[in-house]
């Protein structure tokens, strides 16, 4: 284990291959999913959480956890407040935010990526220079 590296909280849910969910998903500490979510998938409390979706994985709306790996497909906006991990068969059609990001080759995303430092940075009000007649 590397020096300073959270231990990963444990996988207990899963949606099996061929399951598919219509509604939000909330769980708390670790979920992975083979099977397809219509509708978001959320990290439910304050504490650490990891969701992982194999290459098998369909979402079709928002995705909001810590720790997020992705092999399959997201259509909707990513938010990993931990560590975005985007394997080779990744693929994400909305807009990603993350905390740090580790992407692999092949991994495809259409869409925007912002740091969440730089989503949270308030842009400088505009000041205009009063003209004097």
């Given amino acids: 284990m590397w020096p300073g590296k959270k231990k990963q909280p444990p996988i207990r849910s899963?949606?099996?291959?061929?399951?598919s969910v219509h509604?939000?998903?909330?769980?708390?500490?670790?979920?992975r999913i083979d099977g397809e979510v219509q509708g978001d998938v959320v990290?439910?409390?304050s504490g650490p959480s990891l969701l992982v979706l194999s290459e098998?994985?369909?979402?079709h709306g928002k995705v909001i956890a810590g720790h997020v790996?992705?092999?399959?497909?997201?259509?909707?906006?990513v938010?990993?407040?931990?560590?975005?991990?985007?394997?080779?068969?990744?693929r994400i059609i909305g807009d990603v935010l993350y905390e740090a990001l580790e992407m692999?080759?092949?991994?495809?995303i259409d869409g925007e990526l912002k740091h969440t430092a730089a989503a949270s940075e308030e842009k400088p009000a505009l000041k205009l220079a009063a003209s004097q007649n």
Avoid: D
């Fill in 14 to 19: 899963l949606v099996g291959e061929g399951t």
């Fill in 23 to 31: 509604g939000e998903l909330r769980f708390s500490e670790g979920l």
């Fill in 43 to 45: 990290a439910a409390g």
């Fill in 56 to 59: 098998n994985a369909r979402i």
């Fill in 69 to 77: 790996i992705i092999n399959g497909e997201v259509r909707g906006p």
């Fill in 79 to 90: 938010h990993s407040t931990e560590l975005l991990e985007l394997q080779p068969k990744a």
């Fill in 104 to 108: 692999h080759q092949g991994a495809k």
